[in-house]
């Protein structure tokens, strides 16, 4: 009688759950057999787009402490945009943050930022742009200019704006998939306009803001 040794089981095993794990990847995971290179679509991004908040977010970062910086997020970000290169008096973004998906890596930072001295999300709950007007500089880059409501107050705001890429991408199943472009908008703001006063001194006043955006084109 032929004995089949543990460690040879164990690799068979192994190999049995690999392939199975395999089997079972979505169609969209699979790869060619030689490595393709990565580029960006750019094809025409015009359109009214819905924001697709499981690829969008935003990042911000401040001074600590008078010694160095530290940067957090918000995990969620919900809105539409619309971009039109031949019609930029079209232009128009409506952003939507939710506080509560703010995100310092650190629970007990995140509690002390939610009350009511920082960003007091029991009363203010969202984070809103709405544009006024956009004005390209090219064909990847603007200027887009807004209103930011922020604890219940709103300021102006410019964001530098640009076109990381757009086109159909049919292999991403939905929500996300379908004809697709992404934006990065930066900008500076400061903190104390809208009544974010505390830790004054230990805190940084001006914020820097990266939003990274990725929509949905609409079919209707």
Do not use: C
């Not at 004995?3 to 759950?17: D, F, I, L, Q």
């Not at 230990?202 to 939003?211: E, I, N, T």
């Amino acid at each position: 009688m032929m004995h089949t040794s543990p460690r040879r089981s164990a690799t068979a095993a192994v190999v049995a759950s690999l392939a199975l794990v395999l089997a079972a990847a979505p169609t969209w995971a699979s790869e060619p057999s030689a490595p393709q290179p990565y580029a960006h679509k750019m094809s025409d991004p015009a359109g009214s787009y819905r924001v697709d908040p499981d690829h969008s977010g935003v990042q911000f970062t401040l001074g600590h402490a008078g010694v160095g910086r530290f940067t957090g997020v918000f995990k969620s970000v919900t809105g539409t945009y619309t971009f039109d290169p031949a019609d930029p008096a079209k232009d128009q973004a409506d952003i939507v943050i939710p506080v509560k998906s703010l995100d310092t890596f650190l629970p007990q930072r995140d509690t002390d930022l939610l009350a009511t001295p920082f960003f007091d999300a029991a009363a203010h709950p969202d984070i809103r742009f709405v544009s006024t007007r956009y004005v390209p500089q090219d064909k990847t880059h603007g200027k887009l200019y807004g209103n930011l409501t922020l604890r219940g107050v709103t300021h102006p705001v410019t964001f530098d704006v640009k076109l990381i890429g757009a086109g159909d991408v049919p292999y991403l199943p939905k929500p996300w998939g379908g004809y697709l472009s992404g934006f990065v908008a930066t900008a500076t703001i400061n903190r104390m306009d809208f009544g974010m006063t505390a830790f004054a001194a230990g805190l940084g006043h001006d914020v820097a803001v990266r939003v990274e955006v990725e929509g949905v084109r609409s079919t209707s």
